[in-house]
């Protein structure tokens, strides 16, 4: 079965014809094959390594750059994504009023626990706690080492 390659996302041709591949580059041009025969010289076999391991890394950085460029719009796109499933799906989130009491009734012993006379490790390590809210209504605390 014949099949156009520039609709195979598998392929090369539709990465590159989608801009998902680095297209024009110069250091992909740097590996292409060069049948000249060359006598053996030892700081040629020397540069020629160097020089290697040197567009090895500019590629990778391009090819970073490259990658970050065409991921740039993702946040902003999952955000909108994120918002419409919130929206769609609103009367499934719990309602506002009786999570802020919750969250009120919540700060306001841990206010009063910290300002306790206790001594300076035992307050060091409340920091180091870590809460969550029950569905019965209490909190949990958690060591968080």
């Given at each position: 079965?014949?099949?156009?390659?520039?609709k195979?996302k598998?392929?090369?041709?539709?990465?590159?014809?989608?801009?998902?591949?680095?297209v024009?580059?110069s250091?992909?041009?740097?590996?292409?094959?060069r049948?000249?025969?060359v006598?053996?010289?030892?700081?040629?076999v020397?540069?020629?390594?160097?020089?290697?391991?040197r567009?090895?890394e500019i590629?990778?950085?391009?090819?970073?750059?490259?990658?970050?460029n065409?991921?740039?719009?993702?946040k902003e796109?999952?955000?909108?994504?994120?918002?419409?499933?919130v929206a769609?799906?609103?009367?499934?989130?719990?309602?506002?009023?009786?999570?802020?009491?919750?969250?009120?009734?919540?700060?306001?012993?841990l206010?009063?626990?910290?300002?306790?006379?206790?001594?300076?490790?035992k307050?060091?390590?409340?920091?180091?706690m870590?809460?969550?809210?029950?569905?019965?209504?209490?909190?949990?605390?958690?060591?968080?080492d």
């Amino acid at each position: 079965m014949k099949r156009n390659p520039r609709k195979l996302k598998w392929t090369k041709a539709f990465r590159k014809s989608a801009g998902k591949e680095m297209v024009v580059d110069s250091t992909l041009t740097f590996a292409a094959r060069r049948n000249v025969p060359v006598r053996y010289d030892r700081n040629l076999v020397a540069t020629t390594l160097k020089a290697m391991q040197r567009v090895s890394e500019i590629r990778a950085k391009r090819e970073r750059v490259f990658y970050k460029n065409r991921m740039a719009g993702n946040k902003e796109r999952e955000k909108a994504t994120n918002r419409k499933i919130v929206a769609e799906n609103e009367h499934l989130l719990p309602r506002v009023r009786g999570s802020e009491k919750m969250q009120e009734v919540i700060e306001e012993p841990l206010a009063e626990e910290i300002t306790l006379e206790e001594p300076v490790q035992k307050a060091k390590r409340k920091g180091n706690m870590k809460q969550r809210l029950l569905v019965g209504g209490g909190v949990e605390r958690m060591d968080v080492d």
